[in-house]
Structure formats: C-alpha cells, structure tokens
C-alpha cells in the first residue's frame, strides 16, 4: 500500500515510520512535514497528491500547542481545520481513504456528568470544545466527513512518543527540581504512540471507515500520571497535586475526557495496552 504521511516529524509519524520498517517496510510510505508540504495550503496539497496517488493519506499534521492556539487562532483553523479539508478534499478526488488523528478535547467533559467514558455514540450529541484547539480539531473532523466518505477518524489522548511530551518534560524537571505541582482534576488516558500507530496499521487494512475512539485502556489524572512516571523511574522527588483553578492556563481543558474503544471493541480490533503496561515499556527505553 502507498501511504502518504504528513506530520512525518512528529511522535506519532516518527513511530508509524519505525513499525513500518520493523515489518518489513510492507507500506511505501512518502514522507511529508511542514518543509515539504503545508496542508493548509489547497494548491500543493492538490498537486502532490496528484503526483503520488497515494492509496491512503494518514495525517499526523496538526498545531497541538494547546495553549498556542488561544493566542494563534487563525493559524490553529488552518492548520487543524483547513488543513485536514484540503486533505480530504484531493484525497478523494483520487478514490484514496484517509486517516484522520483528532483528540478527546472535542469534549468539554461537562456532558460526561456521570463519568462514563464517552462511547463513540456521543460524536454527535456531545461535541463541546473548550479551547481553540478542540474546535478546530472538531472542525477537522466536520470536514473530513463531509468531504471523503473513505475515512479513519480516530480520536486519541494524552499521545506520548518519541519527541516532546508530557513524560519528557516531568523527567526533565526532574532532574531540576526537589518538588513538582501537576494538576490533579483533569482525568483522561494517557496513549502511547506505539499503541496507536498498531491501531492504525490493522484499520487501514479494513474498508470499516467511520469515527474510532482509540487510547490505552485506565484512566487517570495528569497527578497520577506523573506519580507513576516517578514511580517506574525510581526519582524521588515530592509531587503535589493542584486544581485547574490553581493552575491557570490560557486553554481550558475538559475535566474528563476518558475516550471508550467502543467501536475497536466490537470489530475485536482493539489492541491497546493498559497505560500502566504502556508507559512502563515506554519507559524501559528513556
């Protein structure tokens, strides 16, 4: 299969390039990032798709700076909005499918009253983002629908890899600090990149397009999640948990935003770890 990939430089491109290689190469992937394609841009969107027809476009391109995007929301809707159109868009115009990465800040977490996981049954009754960044991921997803009926959209959370992330920077402040603050209200699952990119090998292998949900299974708070980082690594170091309110940021971020498999699930498709199992082996490594 020809696969084009965008955000080629990002944590999850990096690890869909690594599994690619480690099996064989099996996919011809074409390399894309920012230097070689802006797809925000229509017109070399259109044109290197036309030149590659690729079988399917796997996009990993997105402006993720959450706070970022309060302040650069026109660049936040190009990149996230506009961006996955024109993708779409050219992908369909050569019968090529589409994959899609979104996030569970789509949610706001207030519809989640009960703390149930939200199920792939809530896409269309719960979709209340509290930041830039979740409307224009929201968007993005509006707009693959409408425009390529061969679509993957797979929601994920908290996405760690090789790169910038979360676990990075506690084990770099770490190594600079006696004591940490991390917010202890916010509930989610932490994913880590090479849960998600199997994910995605095993869907493109299908023609079951639609909306996925897809983390590793548990949830916990940015607080606990931390504390287990610290735990595994053996650090000593004294974490204090803090409130949203405590902790300003410029985005608001959804209190919980627990995302179930639901749909993996029924297709026996869902291979992702416990987070707990996932960050250990993440962890082994760094």
Not at 162 to 186: H, I, R, Y
Not at 228 to 244: A, G, H, R, W
Request: with cysteine; proline share 2%.
């Amino acid at each position: 299969m020809k696969i084009l990939l965008t955000g080629a430089k990002g944590q999850l491109g990096l690890e869909i390039i690594k599994q690619n290689g480690e099996n064989g190469n099996k996919h011809q992937i074409i390399e894309t990032d920012l230097d070689n394609l802006d797809i925000s841009n229509e017109a070399q969107v259109n044109e290197m798709i036309t030149r590659e027809k690729p079988n399917i476009i796997i996009n990993c391109a997105a402006y993720t700076n959450v706070d970022g995007c309060e302040s650069n929301e026109k660049l936040a809707y190009k990149v996230n909005a506009i961006g996955a159109r024109n993708l779409a868009v050219a992908a369909n115009n050569i019968n090529a499918s589409i994959v899609q990465i979104s996030t569970d800040y789509v949610f706001s977490g207030a519809f989640n009253i009960k703390k149930r996981e939200y199920d792939i049954l809530d896409h269309l009754s719960a979709l209340d983002p509290l930041s830039v960044y979740g409307k224009s991921k929201a968007f993005g997803e509006q707009f693959t629908m409408n425009t390529n009926p061969r679509h993957f959209i797979i929601r994920t959370a908290w996405l760690y890899g090789d790169g910038n992330n979360f676990v990075k920077t506690m084990l770099k402040l770490a190594s600079q600090k006696d004591e940490l603050s991390v917010v202890g209200d916010q509930i989610g699952s932490p994913t880590s990149t090479k849960d998600l990119t199997k994910c995605i090998f095993n869907l493109i292998e299908t023609q079951s397009y639609g909306i996925y949900h897809g983390t590793c299974e548990g949830e916990c708070s940015w607080y606990d999640f931390a504390k287990k980082i610290f735990e595994i690594k053996n650090i000593d170091i004294k974490v204090n948990k803090v409130t949203s309110e405590e902790f300003i940021t410029k985005a608001r971020r959804p209190k919980y935003s627990v995302l179930e498999n639901f749909m993996l699930n029924l297709m026996d498709l869902n291979t992702f770890r416990n987070w707990e199992d996932a960050l250990e082996d993440y962890l082994e490594k760094e």
